[in-house]
């Protein structure tokens, strides 16, 4: 209590002054009166005395007259968290009132005319790294001030709060200009409870931002140590896209869609934390050009800009304490970068921060139906317009990125582990009855877990037509797998099918009218071409179309062009396309079962037709490194061609071994055909081995293998059904992809390995 009271006193003769039209003292630029809420009490009115103590801090420099001698030295680096002590101790003792304090939340910072920013050439670095520490000092006073002030009823304390959000996200674009011009440059530490160089991030990368097509690495330590995003979609073994979603969502994503903070993801250690309470904040309704709730009789507007910054730490947050259900944890991960940032966070269990997110359902689902219904707008607007739609773009890039984000937060709720668990079950109830109560209100109370689940899958479901670019469109796809999967029915399956397959078939285009492309979209959309494929009814025949339809298409089509069936299959996604479809054919045959000799002759010819159907889109898919003989394309095949050879051998042989008799024909049609795939592979090695690459080559000898395996165990095969007379053995030539002998090896020893060589039945 002694401490408490001498925080009161202290506090006000440290860091408070009167205010005053003129500051006297010499500092590097003049002291201005800034966000001021309460100019119309000029009786009393007080300031944050702040760019004279950050001057006495890091200049040294004291106002002139020396009439405060006797005044204790302080630093600004007290200010916030004094503040936050200050308003624990006075909300103890007044039953969570802040009505003492309420002058503090209005009160106006001395800082310089931020005007300065725009002349940020003609400045010294001195002067730049002042007025660097002076905003990250003013941004961590506003972020304490909402951590203390958020919860109080009061109305006219509520529309203050919002303004001091609405000023928090003016001062984060200032200061973002301020640091691009300002490489090298570290900001003083926000919070205390780690060891100095732990919090320290490396950030000699943020320095060249003035690059507009740069790109910066991120520095937070997230990405190291926060937890994968959730991929929903548990792919089998060779599926998954080589790049880590969880970076790209953070640095290419958060650029992609305009999103105002991205280039101080590196700072976040500098920032004061925000409590999970702010976040109520959220229930007021912060919207584009919408005006706070009329009850409030206040004039203060809710931007974009708000919701985006509110948006982006509560996604962060809980990246960091709720973890998906798929995520494979790092067993040793970083001691540095442990739980920086998320100090107040870590004090709460996962179960507690789920809580307090179901809470935030209602709202949160609000903003996504505004959300909708903005981009839902845009669309009819622009329906028809092909040259130059009408479009405020940083405005449609700022809600893109909103969207983004209040995606993320769904999925970071219903992917994490959590609700796997019993005990969660009721927490899991809870959340789904906020989505289903949207499609029926008033009904969801006794509804069974499973019609929740199928209600609030409709209604995520009603999103699909709105969202504004691939990246959401890949993470509802996720939420609804996640919902989906509790647990996955038939029809879910089919709707999950449906929509990954109208993603793929959508022409996604940046408002700039750029098509979307780069490794992010390539990851998602690796991730989405497996979602289809998994969940659709007949894998075979989905492969079949996209390669007999949507490929064809592409070839025929411009340089730059894409297929129009797909229009998310271009040059550039070729590959990833043709790794999904290669990997996916090779996983579905295994799920053939193997041939016995108690099959009936009805269950024999079934086996047979699918693995013709499998041998033919092989053949397809292997003949395409003819036209996309890119080195990805050809790493691709000779690894999935060898896999899918080694299926065969081990599940279709034995099926051709008894069937030979009864279906020749049908045997005899299928190995042809996979002969002609097969020779295709044996050529792809001859020019492997032509082109001397390493990575291509180090395929070669384990394809060779399964090659000859092949023709010895067709050999076997005839040899069991007395028809050894059918079979003979040829020497290949080594040929290029075209087809063509590769004179240089025609002299050198003849591959007799005999793969394909001509090894089926003769006719």
Same mark, same amino acid.
């Given at each position: 209590?002694?401490?408490?009271?001498? $925080?009161?006193?202290?506090?006000?003769?440290?860091?408070?002054?009167?205010?005053?039209?003129?500051?006297?003292?010499?500092?590097?630029?003049?002291?201005?009166?800034?966000?001021?809420?309460?100019?119309?009490?000029?009786?009393?009115?007080?300031?944050?005395?702040?760019?004279?103590?950050?001057?006495?801090?890091?200049?040294?420099?004291?106002?002139?007259?020396?009439?405060? =001698?006797?005044?204790?030295?302080?630093?600004?680096?007290?200010?916030?968290?004094?503040?936050?002590?200050?308003?624990?101790?006075?909300?103890?003792?007044?039953? +969570?009132?802040?009505?003492?304090?309420?002058?503090?939340?209005?009160?106006?910072?001395?800082?310089?005319?931020?005007?300065?920013?725009?002349?940020?050439?003609?400045?010294?670095?001195?002067?730049?790294?002042?007025?660097?520490?002076?905003?990250?000092?003013?941004?961590?006073?506003?972020?304490?001030?909402?951590?203390?002030?958020?919860?109080?009823?009061?109305?006219?304390?509520?529309?203050?709060?919002?303004?001091?959000?609405?000023?928090?996200?003016?001062?984060?674009?200032?200061?973002?200009?301020?640091?691009?011009?300002?490489?090298?440059?570290?900001?003083?530490?926000?919070?205390?409870?780690?060891?100095?160089?732990?919090?320290?991030?490396?950030?000699?990368?943020?320095?060249?931002?003035?690059?507009?097509?740069?790109?910066?690495?991120?520095?937070?330590?997230?990405?190291?140590?926060?937890?994968?995003?959730?991929?929903?979609?548990?792919?089998?073994?060779?599926?998954?896209?080589?790049?880590?979603?969880?970076?790209?969502?953070?640095?290419?994503?958060?650029?992609?869609?305009?999103?105002?903070?991205? =280039?101080?993801?590196?700072?976040?250690?500098?920032?004061?934390?925000?409590?999970?309470?702010?976040?109520?904040?959220?229930?007021? +309704?912060?919207?584009?050009?919408?005006?706070?709730?009329?009850?409030?009789?206040?004039?203060?507007?809710?931007?974009?800009?708000?919701?985006?910054?509110?948006?982006?730490?509560?996604?962060?947050?809980?990246?960091?304490? $709720?973890?998906?259900?798929?995520?494979?944890?790092?067993?040793?991960?970083?001691?540095?970068?442990?739980?920086? +940032?998320?100090?107040?966070?870590?004090?709460?269990?996962?179960?507690?921060?789920?809580?307090?997110?179901?809470?935030?359902?209602?709202?949160?689902?609000?903003?996504?139906?505004?959300?909708?219904?903005?981009?839902?707008?845009?669309?009819?607007?622009?329906?028809?317009?092909?040259?130059?739609? %009408?479009?405020?773009?940083?405005?449609?890039?700022?809600?893109?990125?909103?969207?983004?984000?209040?995606?993320?937060?769904?999925?970071?709720?219903?992917?994490?582990?959590?609700?796997?668990?019993?005990?969660?079950?009721?927490?899991?109830?809870?959340?789904?009855?906020?989505?289903?109560?949207?499609?029926?209100?008033?009904?969801?109370?006794?509804?069974?877990?499973?019609?929740?689940?199928?209600?609030?899958?409709?209604?995520?479901?009603?999103?699909?037509?709105?969202?504004?670019?691939?990246?959401?469109?890949?993470?509802?796809?996720?939420?609804?797998?996640?919902?989906?999967?509790?647990?996955?029915?038939?029809?879910? %399956?089919?709707?999950?099918?449906?929509?990954?397959?109208?993603?793929?078939?959508?022409?996604? !285009?940046?408002?700039?009218?750029?098509?979307?492309?780069?490794?992010?979209?390539?990851?998602?959309?690796?991730?989405?071409?497996?979602?289809?494929?998994?969940?659709?009814?007949?894998?075979?025949?989905?492969?079949?179309?996209?390669?007999?339809?949507?490929?064809?298409?592409?070839?025929?089509?411009?340089?730059?062009?894409?297929?129009?069936?797909?229009?998310?299959?271009?040059?550039?996604?070729?590959?990833?396309?043709?790794?999904?479809?290669?990997?996916?054919?090779?996983?579905?045959?295994?799920?053939?079962?193997?041939?016995?000799?108690?099959?009936?002759?009805?269950?024999? $010819?079934?086996?047979?037709?699918?693995?013709?159907?499998?041998?033919?889109?092989?053949?397809?898919?292997?003949?395409?490194?003819?036209?996309?003989?890119?080195?990805?394309?050809?790493?691709?095949?000779?690894?999935?061609?060898?896999?899918?050879?080694?299926?065969?051998?081990?599940?279709?042989?034995?099926?051709?071994?008894?069937?030979?008799?009864?279906?020749?024909?049908?045997?005899?049609? $299928?190995?042809?055909?996979?002969?002609?795939?097969?020779?295709?592979?044996?050529?792809?090695?001859?020019?492997?081995?032509? %082109?001397?690459?390493?990575?291509?080559?180090?395929? !070669?000898?384990?394809?060779?293998?399964?090659?000859?395996?092949?023709?010895?165990?067709?050999?076997?095969?005839?040899?069991?059904?007395?028809? =050894?007379?059918?079979?003979?053995?040829?020497?290949?030539?080594?040929?290029?992809?075209?087809?063509?002998?590769?004179?240089?090896?025609?002299?050198?020893?003849?591959?007799?390995? +005999?793969?394909?060589?001509?090894?089926?039945?003769?006719?």
């Amino acid at each position: 209590d002694k401490f408490g009271k001498s $925080l009161v006193e202290d506090f006000p003769s440290d860091f408070v002054v009167d205010l005053n039209p003129t500051v006297d003292g010499s500092f590097l630029f003049p002291v201005k009166s800034l966000y001021n809420l309460d100019e119309d009490e000029s009786q009393g009115a007080i300031a944050i005395n702040l760019l004279p103590l950050v001057s006495q801090s890091e200049l040294g420099r004291v106002t002139d007259g020396m009439s405060n =001698q006797s005044k204790r030295v302080v630093s600004p680096i007290c200010l916030s968290p004094c503040f936050r002590l200050l308003r624990l101790y006075t909300g103890e003792q007044n039953s +969570g009132s802040l009505e003492e304090i309420d002058a503090l939340l209005g009160c106006p910072l001395y800082l310089t005319d931020l005007e300065v920013e725009e002349k940020l050439d003609s400045l010294s670095k001195q002067e730049r790294e002042f007025l660097c520490s002076l905003l990250f000092y003013a941004l961590n006073w506003f972020r304490e001030v909402v951590n203390a002030f958020c919860q109080q009823e009061d109305a006219e304390m509520k529309g203050k709060v919002l303004t001091r959000l609405q000023n928090i996200t003016e001062l984060q674009t200032v200061l973002g200009k301020c640091l691009a011009a300002t490489p090298g440059y570290v900001p003083p530490p926000a919070t205390f409870d780690s060891e100095a160089l732990e919090a320290v991030p490396s950030i000699n990368a943020v320095g060249p931002v003035r690059k507009r097509n740069g790109r910066k690495k991120k520095a937070d330590g997230s990405k190291a140590c926060s937890a994968d995003r959730s991929q929903a979609d548990d792919s089998s073994e060779g599926n998954q896209p080589d790049t880590e979603l969880s970076e790209l969502e953070k640095t290419t994503a958060e650029r992609e869609a305009g999103n105002p903070l991205a =280039q101080l993801q590196s700072y976040r250690p500098y920032f004061r934390e925000l409590d999970l309470e702010v976040f109520t904040v959220l229930h007021c +309704g912060l919207l584009t050009k919408s005006v706070l709730d009329t009850e409030m009789h206040t004039e203060v507007k809710g931007t974009a800009a708000e919701l985006c910054f509110l948006l982006d730490d509560l996604c962060w947050k809980l990246d960091h304490v $709720l973890i998906p259900g798929s995520t494979r944890r790092v067993p040793f991960p970083k001691a540095s970068c442990k739980d920086i +940032g998320f100090s107040h966070l870590c004090q709460r269990s996962p179960k507690e921060v789920a809580v307090c997110v179901v809470k935030l359902l209602k709202p949160l689902c609000n903003h996504m139906e505004n959300m909708h219904n903005y981009f839902q707008v845009i669309v009819i607007q622009n329906r028809g317009v092909e040259d130059e739609p %009408r479009l405020n773009i940083q405005e449609h890039q700022l809600m893109s990125f909103c969207y983004q984000q209040l995606l993320l937060t769904f999925r970071s709720l219903f992917a994490w582990n959590g609700f796997s668990q019993h005990e969660n079950t009721d927490l899991l109830r809870s959340a789904l009855q906020v989505l289903a109560g949207r499609l029926k209100p008033g009904e969801t109370e006794f509804l069974l877990l499973e019609e929740l689940i199928s209600e609030s899958f409709h209604y995520l479901l009603n999103f699909q037509q709105s969202v504004p670019s691939f990246h959401c469109a890949f993470i509802l796809t996720q939420i609804l797998i996640a919902i989906a999967e509790k647990p996955m029915a038939g029809w879910k %399956r089919e709707k999950m099918a449906s929509l990954a397959k109208q993603f793929l078939c959508q022409s996604w !285009v940046k408002p700039s009218g750029d098509r979307e492309k780069g490794s992010q979209f390539n990851s998602a959309l690796h991730i989405l071409l497996c979602v289809y494929l998994e969940h659709t009814d007949n894998i075979l025949k989905a492969i079949e179309e996209i390669s007999s339809v949507g490929v064809p298409e592409l070839i025929n089509s411009a340089k730059e062009a894409c297929s129009s069936t797909y229009p998310t299959l271009n040059r550039q996604t070729f590959p990833v396309f043709f790794r999904v479809m290669m990997a996916q054919l090779e996983s579905s045959v295994k799920s053939i079962p193997a041939g016995k000799p108690s099959d009936s002759s009805e269950a024999q $010819l079934e086996k047979l037709l699918r693995w013709n159907i499998a041998v033919r889109n092989f053949h397809i898919l292997v003949n395409l490194v003819k036209v996309f003989d890119s080195r990805p394309v050809l790493s691709i095949c000779l690894k999935y061609g060898r896999l899918f050879v080694e299926a065969f051998l081990k599940l279709a042989m034995p099926l051709l071994d008894y069937s030979f008799k009864k279906h020749r024909d049908d045997v005899q049609s $299928l190995l042809k055909t996979l002969q002609l795939s097969t020779r295709q592979l044996h050529h792809m090695c001859g020019h492997s081995k032509i %082109r001397q690459d390493i990575g291509l080559t180090n395929h !070669v000898p384990l394809l060779k293998k399964s090659l000859e395996q092949f023709v010895y165990r067709v050999k076997a095969m005839l040899a069991f059904n007395h028809c =050894q007379e059918a079979f003979w053995v040829g020497i290949l030539k080594n040929r290029d992809l075209q087809g063509e002998e590769i004179l240089s090896q025609a002299s050198e020893e003849r591959d007799s390995d +005999g793969e394909d060589s001509a090894g089926s039945p003769a006719e």
